[in-house]
């Protein structure tokens, strides 16, 4: 059986987005939603799956599922391809910015 993961958009509505196997930890996966928007999608290197908002908030690009995935003070982070600001993966605040956020998603495998 394929395992999902699956995110959510307003409570109690999931949607599948990909299947783990894509996962690679380190690495990120982009997902186009309903809306239009992209959703990055990372496993960390302890197996930990996060979404966040894939647009960069200084640049307008979507590219943050194309990131550099890594840690500071125990909390995962994705580092922008393009300018290097680094998001917490959990919480969607921006480490190099305390004004800066993307938004956060819920996951879960099913």
């Avoid at 393009?82 to 190099?96: M, P």
Wanted: hydrophobic share 40%; aromatic share 6%; with cysteine.
């Amino acid at each position: 059986m394929t395992t999902t993961l699956e995110l959510s958009l307003s409570p109690d509505s999931w949607m599948a987005v990909c299947e783990e196997a894509r996962l690679t930890p380190g690495r990120g996966v982009a997902a186009l939603l309903p809306d239009g928007r992209q959703a990055a999608l990372f496993r960390d290197r302890s197996g930990r799956t996060y979404a966040i908002d894939n647009r960069d908030p200084f640049t307008g690009a979507q590219v943050l599922s194309r990131g550099l995935v890594g840690s500071a003070d125990g909390r995962a982070f994705v580092a922008s391809p393009l300018l290097k600001q680094r998001f917490d993966l959990e919480t969607g605040r921006c480490l190099d910015d305390d004004e800066v956020t993307v938004a956060v998603y819920p996951v879960r495998l099913k």
